[in-house]
């Protein structure tokens, strides 16, 4: 909410921008720093913005640059038009956030993401020389166009009106603060930076073995798509030529890595790669990426997830393909209905988790948490998932069809009475977000719901009545936290039986609760409550959620508004975890943060490849429509996805919703959509992995509590080696074990399997 006017337009916006997390500071008319020490006392503060203001009205709006990010000051003054000319013809840099000078001559400033620790504006005055454009500046020649950045001077903000014409500085029209700051051409990134990279030497040239799947892997693929999956970031080129740029999910330095000869070379020693050196290059292929990203740096195990790719059991062209081979299936098969039903119906599997599914700070407490709970790792994100959305609250949205969507979503966790740990993995998200927002798990939690009125009292506006004089008099001040984490741990048991007796508001109110969070009940005396922002997280057996669940609740449109999520019980802890209220506090950080800039947030637009991405994946979405139960459960699958892509990219504290947030969105999805279906069937209650050799396998394992080598297990077993290797991958599928690599009695590496 923007703060009251506070004596000048000028004050108003600059409480504004702090709301938004920029940095400012009152600037004189010559564009000099009112306050004593500059820059460096740029705040969010909104008392010290107020106080400023007030002094000086008419002051103009600083902003000292973000941590993250650079801007390029075009200067016509001294030739940067040209400048700038001349890069967009060769390079054409994308359309970054922008704004323009009052000077009304062309200039202005461009946002970008920081490509690097050290900047530097020699090399881009040196280009310019040799080109002719800029000019001469007292002892040295210039391009034209300044770096700013956090510790290198300041930027001003619109509408502060430039002293030489007095017309205010604008945004560039599409490309405001609404708009994310891009990654910088690779050509100008280098341009602009000044530090040493270690040299890292091509690999020798040799002619492609069209044999070596290897080679195959790395021909057809790029370095982008894998590391896109774990949470990389772009911060200069497009991620694939020469001279792109890219930074881990936990770097503390602007870039981790770079592109060079086609290999990835990184410098970053808090990764799972060996840190290229002055004398030591070493460049990762695509393949040897996905080697040590996705299988532990098992070269045997990468190239059999690289045959079936290119055999075509494997397809992962866009974020469409991981609905899921049986949501695939079904859109497929459609026109061959009546032949199927003549077929006998075999059991269906149990539902594998996407890696995507666990992108970015999400995903990493989940699997940061995995070997301290008996809980379902699936059950810890699910739960997690709603926790923080709730958190975040209605203000960041995206736009569908003029209606707008905020981060609400509902969850039920489904599983075999106590033995599935649902209520643990509740347990573990909340123990999460006590540290990362103790109020969503404390005062902003509740549960036991029993009436549509008592959902309206959590989240009532104020109410206003008469005094006996006929004055208007506030009668109850309502609740000014409109955000609420609904708990049902007695989902069908509880809930829907209340929502099922005479008279009942509740179905009624929770449907508002998620379309756009104004509740109102139609009575004499109506209960209202506007922008309400209500996550539902529930608990449920199987046989109670089948024997609660009527055609009519199906085809009635609430049930669809929820997330159905299969969970089973990982593995045994008899005395727990190892877990500390340290580090859970060390695991939440990221999240604390990330939901610092989330509520800041206004509208989150699409990222240019998510956006190109998306009507395929729409389409597949809406091509999914099974007749029935299931189809009435998974009606809502394309929004479902958009507001799952929504949270995955606020918990990645990002200004857009980019392809990895998507492909989390839609792994996430593409698992409920297959616990729905698996539900529904009856086939619920069936073997420990809905793989009779899984089964044997993974009870082996269990029972011994030993790691096992692929040799050994075929001896035990009597299975071929090639046997034992593909129930290993599928049991590594569905996160019920590990693969690592150990020391041998010869000393050498030997890889083992494992239950985590």
Known sequence: MIPDPIGSDLGTHALAYAALGLEVF???????????????????NAAQIEEWWRRWPLALIGCRVPKDLVLLDVDPKHGGDKTWKLIKELWCPPLTRAHRSGRGDGGGHTWWIKPSDKLSVRKLDDWAKERGTGQHAGHRYVSGIDVLHWDHRY??????????????????????????????????????????????????????????????????????????RYGWRVVAGDGVQDGSRWRHPTATSAYSATIRYGCLFVYSPNTPFEVTEPGRPHGYT??????????????????????ELKDGTVIRQDPADLLGPRTQEKAQDASESASAQEKVAEPLPWPILPQEALHGPVGRIVEQMAPH??????????????YFAAAVGPTPHFRLSG??????????????????????????ARWIMRTADPSIATDRRANGLNSGEGLIEAVRDPKWGKDKSGNDVLVDAGVDDKRLMLFEPEFAGRLLTAIKRSGSTISALLRMAWDDGNLQTMSRNPLRATGAHICVLGNATIDELLA????????????????????RSGHRLPFGGDLDDEAVEEMARPLRAALVKARVRFQLPWGQSSRASWPKTYDALMDDAPDGPLGHLTARG????????????????????????????????????????????????????????????????????????SKELAETLGWSGSKVVAVRGRLFQQRLVKVTQIQGDSGAPKTVVMVP
């Open 155 to 228: 930027t001003i903000l619109p509408p502060s009106p430039h002293p030489d014409t007095g017309q205010p500085y604008l945004w560039v029209p599409g490309r405001d603060l609404g708009h994310p700051a891009l990654a910088m051409p690779a050509e100008l990134a280098d341009l602009i930076s000044a530090d040493e990279e270690p040299e890292a030497r091509p690999p020798a040239p040799r002619v492609v073995d069209e044999d070596s799947i290897a080679d195959w892997y790395s021909a057809n693929h790029t370095c982008a798509e894998t590391l896109e």
């Open 403 to 428: 209606n707008s969507h905020s981060a609400r979503i509902n969850v039920v966790v489904v599983g075999d009475s106590a033995r599935a740990r649902k209520g643990s993995a509740e347990g573990m």
């Open 26 to 44: 009152p600037l004189n008319a010559n564009k000099t720093p009112k306050t004593t020490h500059g820059w460096k006392e740029a705040t969010t």
């Open 286 to 307: 695509p393949f040897a990426m996905l080697a040590v990203l996705e299988h532990g740096n098992d070269q045997a195990e990468a190239a059999r997830a690289a045959r």
């Open 638 to 709: 394309p929004v479902q996805v958009q507001r799952l892509a929504l949270i995955y990219a606020l918990a990645d504290s990002s200004s857009s919703i980019e392809v990895a947030h998507l492909e989390a969105a839609i792994g996430f999805w593409s698992y409920c959509r297959e616990s729905a279906e698996l539900i529904l069937s009856g086939d619920y209650a069936g073997s420990l992995t809905g793989d009779p050799d899984g089964d044997r396998m993974l009870t082996l394992l269990v029972e011994s509590g030993r790691p096992w080598g």
């Open 373 to 386: 709970t008996e809980a379902d790792p699936v059950g810890v994100l699910a739960s997690l998932l709603v």
């Open 548 to 567: 609660q669940i009527t055609v009519a609740d199906l085809a009635g449109g609430l049930l669809n508004r929820f997330l159905f999520v299969a969970v």
